[in-house]
C-alpha cells in the first residue's frame, strides 16, 4: 500500500478519537452474488469487533441494505447500524429508530411493485429487490441493450408514481445498471450529518470511507465538518475523496494499520 500523503498521516496522527463511518458492499467486502445474500465475513466481523472495542474509536456502518442484512453481517455490540442509507437506525446501544412513517410511504411502493415486475418479464439477468422502504432494480447480470431497455422503462414508470404521490417524499437513485426509488430520506449525506448532530462526540475526527455515488453524498458532509473522506476504487476517478484505496482488502488492511497505530 503506498504511504499516506503527509497531512493525512499528521491529521491522523493528531486525533485522540476518530469516528469511523463505513459503507459495506464494495468498500469493506466484494459485491455479494445477490442483494439478497447475505453471508457474514468472519475476519471482517473479528476486525469491526476490535475497532469497536478500542476506546479511540467509535463505528457507524452506513448501508444500501435493509438494516435487517446489516444487523447480519455486522452481528457487533456497540456499533451503530444504519440501514436503507440511514431511514432504518438501530443505535450502539441497540435501540431501533424509524426515522420516516413507513405507512405513508409504502402504498406507493406497492403499486409500483408489479409494474417493474411486469416491465422485467421474461428478460434475464434482472433482480428486483424489495427493501421495505426502497425499491431497486438490479440488472448487472443482464444483456446490455435489455439493460438499458427495462431500467428507461422502469424510470419512466417510477417518475409517474412520484408524480402522482408527494414529488417530495420520494427521489431516484441510478448507479451502473441499478436504479432505485426511495425516500428523500435516504441519503448518506443527510444521514451523516444528522448522526454527527445526534450523537455528538467531542473531539473525534469524522471519517468516512465508500465506494460509489452514495458515497460521494456524504463524502462533502464529512469534509465541512473538517473529517477526511476515503474511496475504495479500483481505477483513479473524479471524487471529493482524500485518499483512494484500491479494493475492500486494502480498505481492510488500511482499517488495521489504524488499529495498530492505535495500540
Not at 151 to 157: E, F, K
Amino acid at each position: 500500500m503506498a504511504p499516506l500523503p503527509k497531512h493525512l498521516t499528521q491529521r491522523l496522527a493528531a486525533a485522540d478519537r476518530i469516528w469511523l463511518f463505513l459503507d459495506y458492499d464494495g468498500t469493506l467486502a466484494d459485491f455479494a452474488p445477490t442483494p439478497e445474500h447475505v453471508e457474514p465475513d468472519p475476519d471482517l466481523v473479528a476486525l469491526i469487533t476490535q475497532l469497536a472495542q478500542h476506546p479511540r474509536f467509535r463505528l457507524a456502518v452506513v448501508s444500501g441494505r435493509r438494516l435487517s442484512h446489516v444487523q447480519e453481517l455486522v452481528p457487533v455490540s456497540g456499533v451503530l447500524l444504519a440501514g436503507t442509507y440511514g431511514v432504518e437506525l438501530q443505535t450502539a446501544d441497540g435501540e431501533r429508530i424509524d426515522r420516516l412513517d413507513y405507512d405513508r410511504l409504502r402504498p406507493v411502493l406497492e403499486a409500483l411493485k408489479p409494474k417493474w415486475a411486469a416491465q422485467i418479464g421474461e428478460h434475464e439477468g434482472f433482480f428486483l429487490e424489495d427493501k421495505g422502504w426502497a425499491l431497486a432494480l438490479h440488472a448487472r447480470f443482464a444483456a446490455r441493450d435489455e439493460a438499458d431497455e427495462v431500467l428507461s422503462g422502469a424510470h419512466r414508470l417510477a417518475v409517474a408514481a412520484m408524480d402522482e404521490a408527494d414529488p417530495e417524499m420520494f427521489r431516484l437513485l441510478g448507479g451502473h445498471r441499478f436504479l432505485e426509488i426511495g425516500p428523500r430520506l435516504a441519503h448518506k449525506g443527510l444521514t451523516v450529518a444528522h448522526l454527527l448532530d445526534r450523537y455528538p462526540w467531542p473531539g473525534a475526527l469524522p471519517l468516512y470511507m465508500g465506494d460509489d455515488d452514495k458515497d460521494e453524498e456524504a463524502f462533502g458532509v464529512i469534509k465541512a465538518r473538517g473529517g477526511i473522506a476515503v474511496v475504495v476504487a479500483a481505477e483513479p476517478r473524479p471524487t471529493e475523496a482524500d485518499l483512494r484505496l484500491k479494493s475492500p482488502q486494502a480498505a481492510r488492511r488500511w482499517l488495521e494499520s489504524l488499529l495498530q497505530a492505535s495500540a
